[in-house]
């Protein structure tokens, strides 16, 4: 991490009595993935003295919630605020704490229970109702803060044993440094560190001011079709 964004996260961590000893500054970004029982206070702050939450704990890193819907309706629902305002407010008798919670998140989930709708070779074993029960613990709002959806199938046998080496980390880690380079280029030091915090501003500047007539065209009919919210129209130029 940058400076700036080291001392942020490692003040979090100290108010929170959790940076381990030995540490005083932390360097790489924070990676937390929180089981699905935790409590609301646990995942955005709170308790009779307030203190961060897991939200704010990956701030300027990365909260993985695996099993997305085996969550806590009060604990999903809490997330929409900080991934709008990338900050979360407890309020207390004794008076308001807000902490910082700009963080990357990426949750998984099965399609259904039995985890196999829509697969090409298990059969799903539940019945209509029960899975659309399951996706619906995904409220709309939420889903409507969430970037790219990515729809992993099964991996085949030959792939699993097959002698192709993958990707090294080390290629992937170089293309991410360029991509946040040209990003600190294009918005500047003082600017967002990533598309997905560029403001209405931002995006008009650098996305609809250069949208050909044929995109430009096709998000029309895509707003009108899927009647997609003003959320959705700056997500789908952020992305692109």
């Known amino acids: 991490m940058a400076n700036l964004e080291a001392l942020e996260v490692t003040k979090i961590y100290s108010v929170s009595g959790t940076l381990r000893e030995g540490v005083s500054l932390i360097r790489l970004r924070p990676f937390r993935a929180p089981h699905h ?3 609301n206070a646990g995942l955005v702050g709170g308790g009779r003295q307030p203190r961060p939450g897991e939200i704010s704990l990956s701030h ?7 099993e997305l819907p085996e969550f806590g309706v009060a604990a999903l629902e809490s997330r929409r605020q900080p991934l709008e305002d990338r900050r979360v407010t407890i309020v ?3 008076g308001v704490v807000t902490y910082p919670a700009d963080f990357m998140l990426i949750a998984a989930m099965n399609p259904c229970p039995c985890g196999n709708y829509g697969d090409s070779l298990m059969v799903c074993t539940c019945h209509e109702g029960a899975v659309h029960r399951y996706q619906r613990r995904i409220s709309g709002p939420l889903l409507d803060r969430m970037d790219l959806f990515v729809e992993v199938p099964r991996v085949d046998y030959e792939k699993l044993a097959g002698e192709v080496v ?5 290629a992937v880690r170089a293309r991410v440094g360029d991509a946040r380079a040209t990003q600190q280029r294009r918005f500047g030091v003082d600017g967002p560190a990533t598309n997905a915090a560029m403001t209405p501003h931002h995006v008009r ?5 250069r949208l050909q007539d ?3 065209a096709l998000l029309k009919m895509a707003m009108s ?3 997609l919210s003003a959320r959705a129209f700056h997500r789908v130029l952020k992305v692109a």
């Open 37 to 39: 029982t935790i409590s």
């Open 60 to 66: 300027h890193g990365v909260l993985f919630l695996d």
């Open 92 to 94: 207390r008798p004794s």
């Open 166 to 170: 993958p990707e090294p980390s080390t």
């Open 205 to 209: 500047a650098h996305c609809q001011e």
């Open 214 to 216: 044929e995109a430009a």
């Open 225 to 227: 079709q899927l009647s």
